[in-house]
């Protein structure tokens, strides 16, 4: 659905600038954005009145701020995040849990808040659109043209809905749980605070819109009510793309188009994105109150639990980083700051710098794999490419913006040199799947954003030899080549490399070794090496090793490293790096708990599948068994 919505506004925008978008975006007066805001506050002190009807349908107490706290965060999140039964409960559950309820509250919260929503929707929608009715586009090719029918459907469906709560005597039991209807009187009010709700985001937007849409509120409510039902049927997060192809659709010929994309994407952040960073700092304030000793615990041991988070975060910065780099390249630069910016440089320096920025950017998302990895020689080559791509950002345009935010990378990036300590080749490094796919969409969407922008422009051959200061269609062509061949140089270089031996069993020095090893430990279980049927990797100074079997595609080790505690964790690392250039799938069976944080730390998911039981030999007998099979 996101594909397609995408691909709507790509035929609907075709013929219209990026620019121009923006600039009627930053074109809304003042007055219209502080309006606009207003009603976001009171469209979001409505929603929480769905938790305070939830909380008297399940008859528990608590008090007005704790709910309209909740009630806000979790709307936040579902509205932002898509899945609303999922991510709106989960923050529910974690915020009421800790004050007092349980699971079968928490979940009967959460469903009498999801039917109510759609129930103010289908009211209000069914009252709309048998009014103020919207004309179908032709080309859905429906057996109707209006919204005449949906509100026939809609109204029908929620006379139904209180028909049967009405009538409804007894709760309804399914597997041990019971449901009751809500009262009638509860359904009524529920319906009218979600009917305000919907009528509030609607003004939010109609506030917004260009002046030159001549369209009456009623009718307007019409069209975001009708735009509101496809993104939720859509799943997609947030409605993303789908809400606003929707709008387009059935407005685009009203008004001048780049007013109302700009429109729409002032409505997505004072509605949407605003509202949600906001929630995430109250959860996380939230948090740190209620766990003020532990947070306190965690700060006094930060180093270690920071090991194995800190990798992982920063390779998604610098993913991140790249991204906004390509993103960056892909889009011409603010007039007004190249027009000040040509006086103090050469045309060669902007042309060098968007070229360097764009390389840079690919660069990244290439080496933010060798983060994850926590190689040695990922870090000091981030280092370089952060400081790189904070000039160029500010050389080839001034986008100053984007700058700080490589600087706040840069500035979080220098004090973790000691979580990069793994001897590797970067280059060797194998891509998964999942880096792959999230590299190459990076990559389709800064071309896609590339060509639209710049779509106006007439490619020709010359167009590849034209420099001056507001060719930004002829930087973005270089820049994309470049892209290309720094990507094919680090695929060849892949390709090229020596290819791994295949495994070979253990030769007799190695089962010597292997034996002595095991004498030194003091579990019994390395004594599974001297079978003589497994594979051994020893590391360096041969003084601990991994056992281990391959089946296709699974090179399953049994139990974890065997030797000394300290060499443990690289011997680990080791193995997962002779799996990796065979292109198998590394599995460690019947690993030690104490061994779990060494293993999670190396990217591997912990499963259980089954226990483990010690017995007394001297009173085992094999009845204790045959006791056990009968229970």
Partial sequence: MFSLALTALHHLLREHHLRD???????????????????????????????????????????????????????????????????????????????????????????????????GLLT???????????????????????????????????????????????????????????????????????????????????TLLPTTLH?????????????????????????????????????HDQTDTPALVGALLVFRVVYYLAPFGLAVLLLGSSEILRRRAAFARVASFFSGWATPVVPPALALAVFVGGAILLFSGSTPTLHGRLVWLRDFLPLPVVEFSHFVGSLVGAALLILARGIQRRLDV????????LVVGIVASLLKGLDYEEAIALAVMLVAFIPCRRHFHRKAALIGQRFTLRWAVATLIVLLCSAWLGFF??????????????????????????????????????????????????????????????????ARQPLTTGNFALLGDKLFLFNGSRSAFIMYGVHGRSWVALGGPVGPAHVRAELVWDYLELVDRHGGWPVFYEVRPSELPMFVEAGLTPAKLGESARVALETFSPRIIHRLRER
């Fill in 21 to 119: 978008i923006l600039a009627s975006a930053r074109a809304i007066p003042g007055a219209r954005l502080g309006w606009a805001a207003l009603l976001t506050l009171l469209g979001y002190v409505a929603l929480t009145g769905y938790d305070a009807l939830a909380f008297v349908y399940i008859r528990r107490p608590l008090a007005y701020p704790k709910i309209a706290l909740t009630s806000f965060v979790s709307y936040a999140f579902s509205m932002n995040l898509g899945f609303a039964p999922v991510t709106g409960s989960a923050v529910r559950y974690r915020l009421y849990s800790g004050w007092g309820l349980g699971a079968v509250d928490v979940a009967k919260v959460a469903a009498f808040c999801g039917l109510t929503i759609w129930l």
């Fill in 124 to 206: 209000l929608g069914g009252v709309v659109f048998l009014l103020e009715p919207s004309a179908l586009p032709a080309a859905l090719r429906l057996p109707f043209l209006s919204t005449h029918v949906f509100g026939g459907v809609f109204l029908a469906i929620v006379a139904a809905y209180l028909a049967v709560v009405t009538r409804m005597r007894r709760p309804l039991r399914f597997r041990g749980w019971e449901i009751a209807a809500p009262p009638t009187g509860l359904s009524l009010t529920g319906i009218l605070v979600s009917s305000a709700d919907w009528a509030l985001a609607a003004a939010v937007l109609y």
């Fill in 215 to 251: 369209l009456s509120y009623p009718a307007f409510l019409s069209i975001f009510l009708l735009a509101q039902v496809v993104a939720l049927a859509s799943h997609v997060a947030g409605g993303l793309g789908v809400f606003e192809s929707a709008i387009l659709l059935l407005l």
């Fill in 378 to 385: 990922a870090y000091p080559l981030t280092i370089v490419l």
């Fill in 453 to 518: 922008s710049h779509k106006h422009i007439d490619y020709a051959d010359d167009l590849w030899w034209h420099f001056s200061y507001a060719g930004d269609a002829s930087r973005f062509l270089r820049a994309s080549v470049g892209i290309a061949g720094l990507l094919v140089i680090a695929a060849g270089a892949r390709l090229i490399r020596a290819a791994a031996p295949p495994p070979r069993r253990p030769a007799a020095e190695e089962l010597a070794s292997a034996s002595a090893i095991v």
